[in-house]
């Protein structure tokens, strides 16, 4: 993982292009932590569970659903009730991975890039 750098005062972070994003998402969706997954939306997916929700690695492979034929579910996780809260939930999730950054929306500078 890269490390952040502190910028001088004064200085301010240029925004993030979208082939700033889409590099860093295709580092994100490198198959060497995949646990076998083939499609690299379920590597990002994958990746996704396990750093930004913080579930379990093997867990979290658990919940990814990669096949051909998955009517548009990626991913399922399902979550207890906690204490207070009245509902279980059950959480879907859909992953796109674009071909070429120019197919990436413009809100994924943010998404991929957080504080940029």
């Known amino acids: 993982m890269a490390k952040a750098r502190r910028l001088a005062p004064g200085k301010r972070k240029a925004k993030p292009t979208l082939e700033d994003a889409y590099r860093r998402v295709a580092e994100v969706a490198s198959p060497s932590d995949s646990e076998g997954l083939k499609k690299q939306r379920a590597i990002l997916l994958l990746w996704y569970l396990r750093n930004v929700l913080g579930i379990d690695d093997l ?27 009245a509902h279980d939930v059950l959480h879907i999730f859909q992953s796109k991975y674009p071909e070429k950054p120019k197919n990436v929306g413009e809100g994924a500078c943010t998404m991929a890039a957080p504080g940029w």
């Open 59 to 85: 867990e979290a492979y658990e919940y990814v659903c990669d096949g051909d034929r998955d009517q548009g579910v990626d991913a399922l996780y399902f979550e207890p009730a906690s204490e207070g809260q």
